[in-house]
């Protein structure tokens, strides 16, 4: 029997397991939509701007463990999707995006609404094609899906012209897919391992550098077993934040530009670094000559090209994270003797370090962000949380721990404003029975605060939680510290001083119920209201203008160096 091809497609995404889309229409893929429509088992999901939806499909595919799928047309629908594409390229995050094209005479004629997506996305995604060939389609979709969500996960595009949509042809769709040029890694080299442990049995100083990638394999017990038998003390990135829980006596806390002092001195001074998960970006190495100088490098990935690319290492190991940590943990046992005085000599120097220097913050006028975290700590204990970007999400990242039982999403490679709102609608989306909180600042939250209406219309009640110091944060910290606080660009008020816009009045335009918060004893009392609350809500918390995030370490300075005050 022949279908059309947007019926194949409909039954490709039936077959993949997809029930959300998150979509926007346009002239180049509304026989998609149409298509969509007389299958109502698939939810579509109408947001009001493409980079929202984008950023909604990341939520939906952290929260839900599958690819997020999105369907946007051709032209500025497709290029309106590019800056989440490479957020979710950055963080691993798998998608699938679908974008309609020009039919196929007019492709390479600048015909209305054509751009070549692939071309633009060629470096930001894991595989790109435009499907010519109406009899390819189903082949495409399904690599589309196998490539996306195996192996280092990521982003894929896929782009279809309206003749293809339209024209009949088969309705066979592939149960497996096999591909020569795509063979994600299986196993692990059990040399290169034994070589790997061999080195943290004999270290004196051991360190554990943790990334996304051991939460995203779902090795976090795994990974808090072998740190605790062996005695080795657990570091992290941003969004490594949660992979072993905050009360684990292996716990030493974030590191990098924003980390604890202990842990960027732990990194400074450890023998051995054992990396997993972690691509060993600038924020969290400084810089390069000088990050883990003294330290014999580990570096398990998934990702062979992600080894050695920016930090030369001793042992590389290619693999996925739960995988290898699975065999670790066979070998592990706990140290004896001098062995274990060593380590616990090293631990109580990390312990040292961090009484020298705790995470502390205070303020003498307006909310203070910390007392903000340990509210939502407090009154949210079972929850998701998504950040946006900017200091709100240094503060989070301090001071409200991370556990199973509230998960935090944030942009971490890219560093996208404008994520968290949308990212907390996908995450929704994707768990309707939690309860799901945006912490934003009050520029990034502008960025993408249309989709309120997506929220109301679609009966995705989340929770914002607005930190407005009238600045972008920080860009202004910077300015301070290092541009004699020339304030360019980065203040949001106008020139009396006045606010734009009135979030209260602006949450009531779409009908949402919003509290101002001016005190700090009002904080436990607004966030109750927003815990009790079944529908969307806003709380907008005034905290002080010239507030900064501390530890920094300067771009481009050593991890050690850093600004405490």
């Known amino acids: 029997m022949e279908i059309s091809g947007s019926a194949l497609f409909v039954k490709a995404l039936k ?11 346009g002239g180049n893929n509304t026989d998609l939509l149409d298509e969509l429509y007389k299958n109502p088992d698939i939810r579509v999901i109408l947001p009001r701007h493409e980079q929202a939806l984008i950023h909604e499909a990341e939520g939906y595919a952290q929260v839900s463990g599958k690819p997020g799928v999105c369907l946007v047309t051709s032209g500025p629908g497709a290029t309106n999707t590019v800056t989440g594409i490479a957020d979710s390229h950055y963080d691993s995050v798998p998608l699938v995006v679908f974008t309609g094209q020009v039919s196929r005479p007019l492709i390479g004629n600048d015909a209305f609404q054509e751009v070549d997506i692939i071309g633009m996305t060629r470096q930001i995604v894991k595989f790109g094609s435009t499907v010519r060939e109406r009899e390819k389609l189903a082949e495409r979709i399904k690599m589309a899906f196998h490539i996306a969500n195996t192996g280092k996960k990521g982003p894929v595009i896929l782009d279809i012209p309206k003749d293809v949509q339209t024209e009949m042809g088969p309705s066979d769709y592939p149960k497996e897919i096999h591909m020569r040029s795509y063979r994600p890694p299986e196993g692990v080299h059990v040399g290169q391992l034994k070589k790997a442990f061999s080195l943290l049995q004999s270290a004196k100083m051991p360190l554990i550098l943790s990334g996304h990638g051991v939460m995203m394999s779902g090795a976090e017990d795994i990974l808090k077993a072998f740190a605790e038998t062996m005695k080795i003390p657990v570091v992290t990135t941003i969004l490594g934040n949660g992979a072993i829980p905050v009360d684990s006596p292996s716990f030493v806390g974030n590191a990098g530009m924003h980390g604890r002092f202990a842990a960027n001195m732990a990194i400074t001074h450890c023998d051995v670094l054992f990396s997993i998960g972690t691509r060993f970006n600038d924020r969290i190495t400084g810089e ?12 398990v990935d998934v990702d062979t090209a992600s080894i050695s690319r920016n930090v030369v290492v001793d042992i590389p190991v290619v693999a996925d994270a739960k995988t290898a ?3 670790l943990l066979e070998w592990a046992k706990e140290p004896e003797g001098d062995s274990l005085k060593e380590l616990s000599d090293w631990r109580n120097t990390i312990d040292s370090w961090e009484k020298e220097h705790p995470l502390s913050l205070s303020v003498n006028e307006g909310v203070d962000p910390k007392k903000i975290m340990e509210g939502i700590d407090e009154v949210f204990p079972d929850c998701i949380v998504t950040l946006d970007v900017g200091q709100h999400q240094m503060w989070a990242t301090q001071f409200l721990p991370v556990k199973r039982e509230r998960p935090v999403i944030s942009s971490g490679g890219l560093g996208t404003m404008g994520f968290g709102f ?10 309707p029975e939690k309860k799901v909180l945006a912490i934003t600042g009050d520029g990034g939250f502008q960025m993408n605060m249309q989709e309120m209406a997506t929220a109301v219309a679609s009966r995705l009640p989340v929770t914002v939680i607005i930190l407005n110091n009238g600045y972008l944060g920080m860009v202004r910290q910077m300015q301070e510290l290092f541009y004699e606080k020339r304030y360019e660009a980065t203040c949001l008020t106008d020139d009396n001083g006045r606010y734009i816009p009135d979030f209260i009045k602006w949450a009531q335009s779409y009908g949402v119920s919003a509290i101002r918060v001016e005190d700090g004893s009002d904080i436990k009392g607004a966030l109750q209201k927003a815990r009790d609350s079944k529908e969307p809500m806003v709380i907008e918390f005034m905290i002080p203008s010239e507030i900064n995030v501390l530890p920094m370490v300067k771009s481009g300075t ?8």
């Open 15 to 25: 077959e993949e397991g997809v029930d959300t889309v998150f979509a926007y229409p």
């Open 422 to 431: 949308p990212a907390a609608i996908g995450a929704k989306a994707a768990c």
């Open 558 to 565: 050593p991890i050690d160096q850093m600004i405490l005050e």
């Open 325 to 327: 940590l699975e065999k």
């Open 288 to 299: 390069l000559s000088d990050f883990a100088k003294n330290a014999k490098i580990i570096h």
